[in-house]
């Protein structure tokens, strides 16, 4: 089934230590994000990548980083997790960087992650 | 700066009609959102309005009016199943996505 992975699902760390979390699509997608949930307030976007070999900063990119190694992957790391961190996490992908048309977002089913 | 305003929270009875409001205030337009996340889900497309009026599709429709930067989404016929947050987004001048903080919608029998 086409679709965004994400992995883990939940994850519970101490504060401190470096966690990444895996994203990989399946639908040639040009265009991957990661954003972050908490109660009370919309996505907003840690970073993005346009295109494989470039990646972007969003609203929220500090203690975050990511790569675009190829198509399919985008990673999100945590360098120093703390307890600010704790959120699920959902990372998305598009057909489109810009232009005309809806650049509709394909979510992956999010990965929980407490920092104590 | 950039805002979008929705309600935090409403109540509907099965098989009546519910209207969720959006406005919102950016830097440009694009278009304009709506999608739908069932609790501990991911969120999931539902329509997209770029020019001012109605667009229908099936029981959801969803409106525009750019010049009053304001959006609704009205379900009808409402299933217990459409319980749900419904997240309104707008894209703005650089193409990235501004996010509402959600509508919690609880159907009741």
């Known amino acids: 089934i086409a679709g965004i992975t994400q992995a883990p699902t939940s994850q519970i760390l101490a504060a401190g230590r470096r966690m990444t979390l895996r994203c990989t699509q399946d639908?040639?997608?040009?265009?991957m994000y990661w954003y972050r949930q908490d109660l009370g307030l919309g996505l907003r976007l840690i970073h993005y990548?346009?295109?494989?070999?470039?990646?972007g900063k969003g609203e929220v990119p500090d203690g975050y980083s990511v790569s675009r190694a190829n198509t399919d992957d985008f990673p999100l790391t945590l360098a120093s997790a703390v307890p600010s961190q704790t959120s699920v996490y959902f990372c998305?992908?598009?057909?489109?960087?810009?232009?005309?048309?809806?650049?509709?977002?394909?979510f992956g089913a999010g990965s929980r992650l407490t920092v104590l | 700066g950039q805002n979008i305003d929705q309600p935090t929270e409403m109540t509907a009875t099965e098989g009546a009609i519910v209207q969720i409001n959006c406005t919102y205030q950016?830097?440009?337009?694009?278009?304009l959102f709506w999608y739908q996340q069932h609790a501990g889900e991911a969120p999931t497309f539902l329509s997209y309005?770029?020019l001012d009026g109605l667009e229908e599709k099936g029981r959801f429709s969803s409106f525009l009016s750019r010049s009053k930067g304001y959006s609704y989404l009205l379900l009808k016929e409402l299933q217990m199943k459409d319980s749900a947050s419904y997240l309104c987004?707008?894209?703005?001048?650089?193409?990235?996505?501004?996010w509402g903080a959600g509508t919690k919608l609880i159907i009741k029998p």
């Open positions: 309005n770029v």
């Open positions: 998305a992908s598009s057909e489109r960087t810009g232009g005309s048309g809806a650049n509709v977002l394909t």
């Open positions: 950016t830097s440009g337009f694009n278009g």
């Open positions: 990548s346009n295109t494989a070999g470039t990646t």
């Open positions: 987004a707008v894209e703005d001048s650089n193409y990235q996505l501004i």
């Open positions: 639908m040639r997608h040009n265009a």
